[in-house]
């Protein structure tokens, strides 16, 4: 049976809060390290990474809004202390010091995480009738396989 976000229980509420604070989490150190490619890309690629890395970064700024106000859609807390993120992140932080292969290599692998990670979100909802977190897993899920498979054909 599909759910609004104040007809799931308080269970259920805990289950997919967590689950979307994961994928706040992921979401914001990906942003960071894609900004941080951004910044340091060097190589013959220059300009259609830096152009990329910018692409994922302001597509995941406002990504990471969207998530976390549907975690205050359900009644829940965001998390917002960047120690917190890093922390639960699956996804880590790079200094900025590597070949443009190697940022485009960490980049897919953040871009495949972040897609599993929302893949499970978007279960765990549909286990409990939240169609509406479902469809935005889904949908950042689907963009970040997206960003992964334009990654992917740089390397090819």
Request: aromatic share 6%; with cysteine; net charge negative.
């Amino acid at each position: 049976m599909t759910q609004t976000a104040m007809a799931l229980s308080t269970d259920a509420k805990t289950q997919i809060a967590e689950a979307l604070n994961q994928s706040v989490a992921e979401t914001a150190v990906t942003t960071m390290l894609a900004q941080n490619f951004h910044w340091n890309v060097k190589g013959m690629a220059f300009a259609p990474l830096h152009e990329l890395f910018q692409q994922i970064y302001e597509d995941h700024f406002v990504a990471q809004d969207d998530l976390a106000e549907r975690i205050r859609a359900i009644d829940a807390h965001a998390e917002g202390m960047l120690a917190g993120m890093l922390k639960r992140s699956k996804v880590d932080e790079h200094d900025g010091h590597a070949s443009d292969k190697d940022m485009i290599k960490m980049m897919l692998d953040a871009q495949e995480t972040l897609a599993a990670t929302l893949a499970g979100c978007g279960a765990l909802a549909a286990e409990h009738g939240d169609t509406l977190t479902e469809d935005l897993c889904i949908a950042r899920g689907q963009t970040h396989e997206k960003f992964a498979w334009f990654l992917r054909s740089h390397l090819r």
